[in-house]
């Protein structure tokens, strides 16, 4: 789908050819808005009449509307024009409008934010995906092209850059988690990984059973000698700075079925497990947007894929295995394996000498108890880091929480038969999962966990993949790179001057 900003006032708006035109209604209205054609009385009676409500995502259809080009026109409420707003305003106006077999939309936004423009952008895309891969009948989009109109395009220019690849990812992100379990498989998934090395500045290295067996991850290997499918370990290396740069390491878990194994989850909604691989669908959509965007930094991805199957070989409750760290696990229960595969990948990560260290899983039941489908819980030993993340969420309305790390929690994981067990229990689920994983990750590293077990799919008659967490791990990363380019800048002679006589 094409996006294109224009400069266009209300009135020139009314002369472009589109099947439909959206009219975003802030509350303050812009001064547009006082433009003496036909759309714009029509508008403006509309609200002065109170014939469309003040509600934000209120709409009032009109159809061949005099000196309008577009057909239909959405005349829809927007609030006080912030992201939230605009996302649901654009959401309800696509959705009163039914689209059918629309190919160009014209949206006006009048003097939009970048961040309510990235908002608009998405909700638009999310609104017209269809989901055809495996429905060969199914209706492919039809929607084309989307044309913004705005006060000022070129100040725009950039922002739209970002929201356009930042779509990008999150559509790849939501195809391959949408794909039936039995066509996204870790062969698969790799696959299609390797596609992306044809991005500017993108390695892409998989890694076999062989591979995987011989660096020493028994804990990984535990979970996957239980499918006929072999395991994929893919690794994605993006080059924005130069190599001595320290990375950002994005881990994504890649279960492409969790049936539970030999602790076999209960049959209803199992399908939904297809789903597991929800954080190794986000890294990869990162990785999407990385190499469209091309920002000054260097990131890795570490995406262990495997399924976790019953079978007479597969790996049983009270067998230990040795990880890659060194540490013997004892496995409880075998339903609890995001955490045997990250832990693994999360030592591996180690030899980047990660600047942060950032894992993306879809790992507890518990999590969607604790916060539902809004959130995504957000660990971490860095404070800075935690603000980062969530900062960067909330920005992009793909939001997280922080959720607690107290030594005390992980009382639990001890293990008469190993140095810990891969389950405490009931209480606090998520937060114990947490405290597993910091076992495989230095004190000084730091590191942050995203539990996106609530937030990476919807189920129900809407069931489908979101692309969660990709705006959120987007937006951190170019707000790191912008980070370290103020870091990098020479300071100006006389400050610098100044800051050494400070020291002394
Ligand atoms: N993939 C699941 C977590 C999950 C469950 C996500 C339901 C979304 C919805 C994970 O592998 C799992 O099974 N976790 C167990 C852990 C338990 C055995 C300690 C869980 O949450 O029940
Ligand atoms: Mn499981
Ligand atoms: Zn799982």
Known sequence: MDFELKTLTLPQATDVAADALILLWPDRADADADA???????????????????????????????????????????????????????????????????????????????????????????????????????????????????RDAAALQAALAQAQACVKGVEWAKEWANRPPN???????????????????????????QEVAKLGMGAYLAVAQGSQEPLRFIVLKYQGAPKASAPVVLVGKGITFDTGGISLKPGPEMDEMKFDMGGAAAVLGTFVALAELQPALNVIGLVPCCENMPDGRAVKPGDVVTSLSGQTIEILNTDAEGRL???????????????????????????????????AGLYSNRDELAQALQAAGDATLDPCWRMP???????????????????????????????????????????????????????GASKGATGRPVALLLQYLLDEAARMAKESVPMPKAAAAGAKRGKR
């Open 183 to 209: 066509h996204a498989t870790p062969t698969r998934l790799a696959e299609a990984a390797q596609q992306l090395a044809q991005g500017k500045r993108l390695q892409v290295e998989v890694l076999g059973p």
């Open 405 to 459: 790390l107290d030594d005390e929690y992980e009382e639990g994981l001890k293990s008469n038969f190993a140095d810990m067990a891969n389950i405490a229990g009931r209480p606090a689920g998520s937060v114990t999962a947490a405290k597993f994983l910091q076992k495989f990750v230095a004190p000084e590293q730091a590191w942050a966990h995203l539990d996106i077990a609530g937030v990476a799919w919807k189920s």
């Open 36 to 150: 003496n054609t036909d759309l714009a009385q029509w508008a403006r009676a509309a609200v002065a009449d109170a014939d469309i409500e003040q509600a934000v995502g209120s709409v009032l259809l009109a159809h061949r509307l005099p000196g309008v080009q577009a057909r239909k026109v959405a005349l829809v409420r927007s609030g006080d024009g912030s992201p939230a707003a605009t996302r649901k305003a654009v959401l309800a106006a696509m959705a009163a409008l039914k689209l059918g077999s629309a190919q160009r939309l014209l949206l006006w936004a009048g003097d939009v934010s970048a961040g309510a423009l990235a908002a608009l952008l998405q909700a638009t895309a999310e609104a017209s995906y269809s989901y055809t891969h495996t429905k060969p009948k199914a209706k492919a989009r039809t929607l084309q092209s989307v044309t913004v109109g705005v």
């Open 341 to 375: 595969i990250l832990c693994d990948a999360l030592t591996y990560a180690a030899r980047f000498k990660p600047r942060a260290l950032i894992d993306v899983a879809t790992l507890t039941g518990a999590c969607v108890i604790a916060l539902g489908n809004l959130r």
